[in-house]
């Protein structure tokens, strides 16, 4: 695979990969070793990362133009390239699910954006390839070490064949967290490094869960009484045939000599707060990617009936930022410097998550059509269906009539005769 120029060094031995080998997808810019590392076990933070990914990949990105005072969507090549296959081996849904993933979880997302370097389509985006973010350096070049000083370049580090490239800013996409290293707004930083202490706890919640579980809901703590001194050898002689037995029988009984009981130390859980503990845990965690309680199914101060409600504020308080972020780094960077004079700009569709139910449109466009907001034809064209003869004209109510008019007791003109302003 060509990816892509610029090489800076070549390892002496090359290796070659399959598609089922966990290494092409490192290629790619999926780490196959870190998919599922330890803090990623953590439910919470993995139903966070599920959540972003999933509400990413599934608003399409569509090409605007702004003429005057109002925008339009418009037919552009990029169009496929973001909305269907980025590159010959991902459709669009999976990359963007990847590239929210990366941005979460190590920092940065990493897009490489590889350009026609002839033809008719010279400099137009050829392909977008995912990058792996943890074998990504970037420097500031103050020494002037490749030319221009102070130019922002991307050194990448490909582990297959030892290769490593030279990006300068214009060619990688750079999707970063909302917390950067420094406050530099350069590089990006971990959510699971910021949440270590929480992840941890969390953590060690479930392991203790799992612990009790498995010892059929009893605690691992068992004092075994007995009367008399069996000193200290006959003691742990005692203690380790429990154990053994233990382990080894999956009944519920165990065997002991005359005169010993067993009584296991209990430690309830709702002594504990442990429940509550553990909810806020998971609460702080959430907090973190800005996603609310009801998307960790916690209905405590939510129910069913408020959906609508929770996607808007999932969108306002959460997504924007991220699409705002998605949309300007792709608009820089994707579009030619004339296409950015002529006004185009990128969008994300997010009337997938906001739309209502069939009824609640209908009504709004009711409202737009005869307010004169939209032609019968825009409110089609938002329903998927074609348009018609004569669904182009902007209408409105013939009653109505300027204040001004109605203050001076003209309601309206009769006939078809206009209404005419009255004489000062």
Known sequence: MKLFGNKLSKAKNSTTTSLADLSFLEMLGIDGKSINPSRIGEITYFTCLKTLSDKVS??????F??????????PHYLNYILQTQPNPYMNASIFWSTVEYNRNHFGNAFIYIESFTSGKN??????????????????????????????LWYIWSDIQTGKM????????????SWATMYGAGIVGLSVRNILTNYIDQAQYATAFINNLVKNGMITDKIILSYTGDLGDKASTALVNNVESFSKSNTGKFIPLPLGITATNLQSKLTDSQFIELNKYNAIQIAGAFSIKPQYLNDFDKGNYANVQLQQESMYKDCL??????YEQEMAIKLFTQSEKDAGYYINFNIDTILRASFNERLTSYSTAINSGVLTPNEARNMENR????????????????????ISQGINYAKGTAPITEPSK
């Open 386 to 405: 074609q348009a018609k003869d004569g669904g182009d004209d902007l209408m409105m109510n013939g009653a109505y009539a300027p204040l001004r008019l």
């Open 58 to 63: 599934s608003l399409p990105p569509q090409i």
């Open 165 to 176: 490239y030279r990006y300068n800013s214009a060619q990688v996409l750079h999707l970063k």
């Open 122 to 151: 010279n400099g137009k985006t050829k392909a977008l390839w995912l990058l792996n973010s943890e074998q990504m350096q970037i420097f500031i070049d103050d020494a002037g070490l490749f030319g221009t000083i102070g130019k």
């Open 320 to 325: 924007l930022p991220i699409l705002q972020q």
């Open 65 to 74: 133009k702004t003429d005057g005072d109002c925008s339009e969507r418009i």
